[in-house]
């Protein structure tokens, strides 16, 4: 499947509809600055550049990938800044590329999750932290290095991964349930699954 290309507001701060500042806010046909909820993208998560391994397993995998470019008029061009695709292709591409995805950072994010997750399978643990080391580090021409990932941080690129992985979160949104009440239905099992991590309990499949 090919992938189609959306074009990042990049000058913008908020969405034109919600108000809210979104991670990503893409151009509307309009030329309205809209956040990945307004376009009805919300159950899409947004991967910066940064691993072409990663990035060339996420569009093979992924049913709808979406590449997000953004206009550099120094150069003329549009320059891609990442994928938009489903989160559990990107942790199921980000296993996949745990050889070959050299991602300066990864190496630290996988302790911090070890430390506070020790139920969390090594490699489970170590996708997870090349998804998150891709995502911290800054993006174009600035991309430096990993910006610091902390506890917090760390705890809620977990509970998003238990959340898209473990769970039947993504089913339930994409038939139609609302998300703050697919949310409720798989709470138990996202905090279950929490919480033998947190005790060092690997758990097995329901």
Not at 77 to 93: K, N, S, T
Not at 138 to 163: C, D, F, I, T
Request: overall charge neutral; aromatic content about 4%; charged content about 30%.
């Amino acid at each position: 499947m090919g992938v189609r290309h959306a074009k990042e507001a990049s000058h913008a701060l908020e969405c034109a509809k919600c108000r809210s500042a979104g991670d990503v806010l893409l151009e509307s046909r309009g030329s309205e600055a809209l956040c990945l909820d307004c376009l009805e993208l919300g159950h899409l998560q947004f991967l910066p550049a940064g691993s072409a391994p990663l990035t060339r397993r996420v569009v093979k995998a992924s049913a709808e990938p979406i590449g997000v470019m953004r206009w550099n008029p120094r150069w003329s061009r549009f320059e891609r800044q990442g994928i938009l695709a489903e989160p559990a292709v990107i942790e199921a591409a980000a296993r996949a590329s745990l050889v070959d995805a050299d991602v300066r950072g990864r190496d630290e994010v996988t302790a911090q999750i070890r430390e506070q997750f020790p139920g969390c399978p090594v490699e489970r643990a170590e996708a997870i932290a090349l998804h998150t080391a891709v995502r911290f580090r800054g993006r174009g021409r600035w991309r430096r290095g990993l910006r610091e990932v902390g506890p917090e941080e760390v705890r809620q690129a977990v509970e998003e991964s238990v959340l898209h992985v473990d769970t039947d979160y993504d089913e339930l949104v994409r038939s139609g349930v609302d998300r703050a009440a697919a949310l409720a239905q798989v709470s138990g099992r996202l905090g279950n699954v929490l919480s033998a991590w947190r005790g060092g309990v690997t758990m097995l499949d329901p």
